[in-house]
């Protein structure tokens, strides 16, 4: 079986987001393995512990500095890397992203395609589906537990949905969006660290992938982002001093009468 | 362009019927199409039509339902079948869908399927004075707000984050146009099979629909002292919230984490209980109306954003703020 795992570089979940010209200040941050994508890459080695016949590829479009990233996730235990790496690439949109991921897709050869259910930076949760429309295959998102048919040629997904969870029933392919919960993912253990460096991360480029930017229809419908701003929360900080007792009175008294939030 | 612009609803429904969110995304469309001197269809799949009218109450023009009862768990790849030929051919200017799972994937699949821009999670929609929209939606869980400017002649798919676009109360006397789609999808084309939905036992409401949150951090000290959180929630009609290391130590179930890694809310109310208050985490809650914080530490990072602290222990604090609302209330909780 060859499962293919998406993964992206993001800005470390521990830090503060400051704004330069209305982009984001990343300079200096520290970049991650997109957390969601951690639990899609330890799915997928589970997956290879229990079928030896299993090969887990990683696949990341984005610019250089994003093969650490991929560094990363094979030290974590994944066989190979491939990485989408072109200047062609810069400034594509997600549909493009999407498309892209797709054409390597198809010619890396796949049963499985394991994606984070949305990168903890944009937060758009369109990737995956997108690339399984593109693929025409199905997708089930923000799977908590996964099972295998016998024969490895079906799957048993559950996934979390609003006040409970929706179990459901796929042939393979299928392509699956990932979510805490499904597993814990591992640390990357020295030896992996060590074996990582040997390992291959193919860099495949725009022509390989026969992509020409014009060739894409221009959507008939574009959101363009016109500027990030800071969210403009400020608590009004107010401490109710005073016995417990008392505190607690004047709270329930103000939650109710001056912000009637209860 | 002067054509009369459509903003499409699909609308969500459960065994219990219509979602609350669906009339809030209905609601949002209703100020949207006015604003655009435009209509609001609202689709519905696996409802009865004795159902739409509340659609029509909250600001639907038109309601196509399809009754079909086994609409009622629809599939991505169902959804799919139904809602592309109907976008395809009624050529809305928008499409709303409300911020769920299903309306998560299905908004992200039909963009692929009609090579269109999408805006995940919006907080807000407005029309400017040119008549171009503009829609925000949070990013890096709401570290940073995205604002975006919709182009093109449409269709433009926007999910709305639930809580957010409440309205007072529906018009009664509002009337509306419902429609009975007959519509069968042959099973032979489907590969996706519903085996089962299962409702989460013992909780009341999930975090992301609830108007007040109680969560707990580790101060709660252990899985057992969340009851106290359980019994707030309840007389108070909320949901449970958890940080992230209480659910990394198993006390609490993946979905009741709110941060980055988990839920972003933004309910009317927000309790944090002994939660210092990691920047993932005030970035998944500090959208809510109010913010209360109750924590033994008085330079707690939680109480920058709280409106209202209490300094103390909440396990302490906890049992009297329930008794005070119960009392309040008049609740028989």
Same mark, same amino acid.
């Given at each position: 079986m060859r499962i293919l795992v998406c993964v992206k570089q993001v800005i470390d979940t521990a830090a503060r987001i400051e704004l330069k010209d209305h982009k984001v200040d990343g300079a200096g941050l520290a970049r991650v393995l997109n957390p969601y994508d951690e639990f899609a890459l330890e799915e997928a080695l589970r997956i290879r512990e229990r079928n030896p016949e299993t090969e887990v590829i990683l696949v990341s479009l984005g610019p250089e500095c994003f093969r650490d990233t991929l560094r990363a996730g094979l030290a974590m235990g994944a066989d190979r890397a491939v990485h989408l790496l072109d200047p062609l690439f810069a400034e594509v949109d997600s549909l493009t992203t999407a498309y892209l991921l797709g054409q390597a897709a198809t010619s890396l050869g796949f049963d499985l395609i394991f994606c984070g259910r949305q990168a903890v930076d944009d937060d758009m949760a369109q990737i995956g589906p997108a690339v399984a429309v593109y693929l025409q295959i199905p997708c089930i998102t923000v799977l908590t537990k996964l099972e295998f048919s016998e024969d490895w040629d079906r799957v048993v997904a559950t996934r979390q949905i609003e006040g409970g969870s929706e179990i459901i029933e796929s042939p393979l392919p299928v392509l699956c969006t990932c979510q805490k919960g499904l597993n814990q993912p591992r640390l990357p253990s020295l030896k992996g660290i060590m074996a990582a460096k040997k390992k291959e991360i193919e860099i495949i480029d725009a022509n390989a992938l026969a992509f020409a930017p014009n060739e894409r229809c221009a959507p008939a419908a574009t959101l363009n982002q016109t500027r990030l701003s800071l969210p403009d929360r400020r608590g009004k900080r107010k401490i109710i001093d005073g016995s417990t007792n008392d505190a607690v009175m004047q709270l329930v008294k103000i939650l109710r009468e001056q912000e009637k939030v209860v | 362009m002067n054509t009369v612009k459509r903003i499409l609803v699909i609308v969500e429904s459960g065994e219990t019927g219509i979602k609350p969110c669906a009339f809030e995304t209905v609601h949002a469309a209703r100020l949207l199409a006015d604003s655009l001197g435009g209509t609001v269809d609202a689709l519905c799949l696996g409802l009865e039509k004795a159902q739409a009218d509340s659609l029509v109450h909250w600001g639907a023009d038109y309601v196509k339902i399809i +009754? &079909?009862?086994?609409?009622?768990?629809?599939t991505l790849e169902q959804a799919l079948l139904i809602i592309e030929p109907l976008v395809n051919s009624e050529k809305p200017y928008a499409v709303l869908f409300s911020a769920t799972t299903h309306g998560k994937e299905l908004a992200a699949s039909l963009s692929a399927k009609l090579n269109v821009g999408l805006a995940t999670d919006c907080i807000s929609i407005e029309v400017g004075e040119q008549g171009e929209i503009m829609v925000r939606r949070p990013v890096y869980a709401g570290k940073a707000i995205s604002h975006l400017i919709l182009q093109g002649s449409g269709p433009h798919l926007l999910s709305l984050r639930q809580n957010v676009f409440r309205g007072s109360s529906p018009d009664t006397s509002r009337i509306g146009k419902v429609e009975l789609l007959d519509l069968n999808i042959p099973d032979d084309q489907l590969v996706l099979k519903i085996q089962d939905v299962v409702r989460e036992t013992g909780s009341q409401l999930d975090v992301t629909e609830a108007r007040v949150i109680v969560s707990g951090g580790?101060?709660? $000290? $252990?899985? +057992? &002292?969340f009851k106290l959180l359980e019994d707030l929630a309840l007389v108070l009609q909320g949901a449970v919230g958890a940080s992230r290391p209480v659910v990394d130590n198993g006390w609490r179930k993946y979905s009741n984490q709110i941060g980055q890694t988990g839920r972003t809310v933004q309910p009317d109310l927000y309790i944090a209980c002994g939660i210092s208050g990691a920047v993932q985490h005030l970035a998944g809650m500090s959208a809510a109306k109010c913010i209360v914080a109750i924590n033994k530490d008085a330079n707690a990072p939680i109480f920058s954003v709280a409106d209202y602290g209490i300094v103390g222990d909440a396990l302490e604090i906890l049992p009297l703020i329930t008794e005070e609302f119960r009392r309040a209330l008049g609740s028989a909780n």
């Amino acid at each position: 079986m060859r499962i293919l795992v998406c993964v992206k570089q993001v800005i470390d979940t521990a830090a503060r987001i400051e704004l330069k010209d209305h982009k984001v200040d990343g300079a200096g941050l520290a970049r991650v393995l997109n957390p969601y994508d951690e639990f899609a890459l330890e799915e997928a080695l589970r997956i290879r512990e229990r079928n030896p016949e299993t090969e887990v590829i990683l696949v990341s479009l984005g610019p250089e500095c994003f093969r650490d990233t991929l560094r990363a996730g094979l030290a974590m235990g994944a066989d190979r890397a491939v990485h989408l790496l072109d200047p062609l690439f810069a400034e594509v949109d997600s549909l493009t992203t999407a498309y892209l991921l797709g054409q390597a897709a198809t010619s890396l050869g796949f049963d499985l395609i394991f994606c984070g259910r949305q990168a903890v930076d944009d937060d758009m949760a369109q990737i995956g589906p997108a690339v399984a429309v593109y693929l025409q295959i199905p997708c089930i998102t923000v799977l908590t537990k996964l099972e295998f048919s016998e024969d490895w040629d079906r799957v048993v997904a559950t996934r979390q949905i609003e006040g409970g969870s929706e179990i459901i029933e796929s042939p393979l392919p299928v392509l699956c969006t990932c979510q805490k919960g499904l597993n814990q993912p591992r640390l990357p253990s020295l030896k992996g660290i060590m074996a990582a460096k040997k390992k291959e991360i193919e860099i495949i480029d725009a022509n390989a992938l026969a992509f020409a930017p014009n060739e894409r229809c221009a959507p008939a419908a574009t959101l363009n982002q016109t500027r990030l701003s800071l969210p403009d929360r400020r608590g009004k900080r107010k401490i109710i001093d005073g016995s417990t007792n008392d505190a607690v009175m004047q709270l329930v008294k103000i939650l109710r009468e001056q912000e009637k939030v209860v | 362009m002067n054509t009369v612009k459509r903003i499409l609803v699909i609308v969500e429904s459960g065994e219990t019927g219509i979602k609350p969110c669906a009339f809030e995304t209905v609601h949002a469309a209703r100020l949207l199409a006015d604003s655009l001197g435009g209509t609001v269809d609202a689709l519905c799949l696996g409802l009865e039509k004795a159902q739409a009218d509340s659609l029509v109450h909250w600001g639907a023009d038109y309601v196509k339902i399809i +009754e &079909n009862p086994l609409f009622r768990a629809v599939t991505l790849e169902q959804a799919l079948l139904i809602i592309e030929p109907l976008v395809n051919s009624e050529k809305p200017y928008a499409v709303l869908f409300s911020a769920t799972t299903h309306g998560k994937e299905l908004a992200a699949s039909l963009s692929a399927k009609l090579n269109v821009g999408l805006a995940t999670d919006c907080i807000s929609i407005e029309v400017g004075e040119q008549g171009e929209i503009m829609v925000r939606r949070p990013v890096y869980a709401g570290k940073a707000i995205s604002h975006l400017i919709l182009q093109g002649s449409g269709p433009h798919l926007l999910s709305l984050r639930q809580n957010v676009f409440r309205g007072s109360s529906p018009d009664t006397s509002r009337i509306g146009k419902v429609e009975l789609l007959d519509l069968n999808i042959p099973d032979d084309q489907l590969v996706l099979k519903i085996q089962d939905v299962v409702r989460e036992t013992g909780s009341q409401l999930d975090v992301t629909e609830a108007r007040v949150i109680v969560s707990g951090g580790l101060g709660m $000290q $252990q899985r +057992e &002292n969340f009851k106290l959180l359980e019994d707030l929630a309840l007389v108070l009609q909320g949901a449970v919230g958890a940080s992230r290391p209480v659910v990394d130590n198993g006390w609490r179930k993946y979905s009741n984490q709110i941060g980055q890694t988990g839920r972003t809310v933004q309910p009317d109310l927000y309790i944090a209980c002994g939660i210092s208050g990691a920047v993932q985490h005030l970035a998944g809650m500090s959208a809510a109306k109010c913010i209360v914080a109750i924590n033994k530490d008085a330079n707690a990072p939680i109480f920058s954003v709280a409106d209202y602290g209490i300094v103390g222990d909440a396990l302490e604090i906890l049992p009297l703020i329930t008794e005070e609302f119960r009392r309040a209330l008049g609740s028989a909780n």
